[in-house]
C-alpha cells in the first residue's frame, strides 16, 4: 500500500490543483 501515503502526500501538495489527477495517476 505504497500509494497509501504518497496519494496523501499528493493530495496535500496539489489539493488546491485537482486531487483527482492525482489519484489516476496513481491507479495508472
Known sequence: MQGRPVK????SNSITTEPLYNDKLLSN
Request: net charge neutral.
Open 8 to 11: 496523501s502526500i499528493l493530495i
